[in-house]
């Protein structure tokens, strides 16, 4: 089995900071993965897939990058509607969650 | 619009089973896999099953295996998963999810439902 690991866990910044998320794989998954954002009480909402392409209607604030074993996602610009959970997922060999990157308010 | 409108969750005892259901509309069903996708409580996601778009193949996790079954009815638009022998670790908000390629499985998700809860307690 695949697995992914996030960090940091938590991670504390300000409206305007540039933030950025990495996501580690145990093997090479090429550019399978994709990333999605959760608020509290609400379901994930899909943001990248293949590791940089941007899904519709994303604010271009968000970008990802990566291949192979580790992967980044960057926000910019911090926006208030981006304070949320963050999960990576791999999908080369069925689908394996990160376990999370909470981006909270400093 | 999409919507993905999961319903069947509930409390039950450990070693009972419980059906979930996932009412679509606003897009082709019949064209699309279809996931299921859990969360125990304050939790990361797991993913638990995933049915080609013509119900031709069905895999799921190892945490699963051997006690539900996924499954799907095109004429109604609705994606069920059967669960047996429920255990405690079972307990989740489980999402019933689209994958993102029509007439393919390509194991990322475009739309989710808002959830439903199983609770697994004696």
């Known amino acids: 089995d695949i697995q992914m690991t996030q960090s940091p866990s938590t991670l504390s910044a300000s409206v305007g900071d540039r933030v950025t998320i990495t996501c580690r794989a145990s093997q090479s998954i090429s550019r399978w993965l994709a990333w999605y954002q959760q608020k509290p009480g609400k379901a994930p909402k899909f943001l990248i897939y293949?590791?940089?392409s941007l899904e519709s209607g994303v604010p271009s604030r968000f970008s990802g990058s990566g291949s192979g074993t580790e992967f980044t996602l960057t926000i910019s610009s911090l926006q208030p509607d981006d304070f949320a959970t963050y999960y990576c997922?791999?999908?080369?060999?069925?689908?394996?969650f990160g376990q999370g990157t909470k981006v909270e308010i400093k | 619009q999409v919507q993905l409108v999961e319903s069947g969750g509930g409390v039950v005892q450990p070693g009972r089973s419980l059906r979930l259901s996932c009412a679509a509309s606003g897009f082709t069903f019949r064209s699309y896999g279809m996931h299921w996708v859990r969360q125990a409580p304050g939790k990361g996601l797991e993913w638990v099953a995933v049915?080609?778009?013509?119900?031709?193949?069905?895999y799921y996790a190892d945490s699963v295996k051997g006690r539900f079954t996924i499954s799907r009815d095109n004429s109604k638009n609705t994606l069920y998963l059967q669960m047996n022998s429920l255990r405690v670790e079972d307990t989740a908000e489980y999402y019933c999810a689209r994958d993102s390629r029509e007439m393919a499985t390509i194991w990322y998700f475009d739309f989710w439902g808002q959830g439903t809860l199983v609770t697994v307690s004696s």
């Open positions: 997922q791999q999908y080369n060999s069925y689908s394996t």
């Open positions: 049915i080609w778009y013509d119900g031709s193949n069905k």
């Open positions: 293949k590791a940089s």
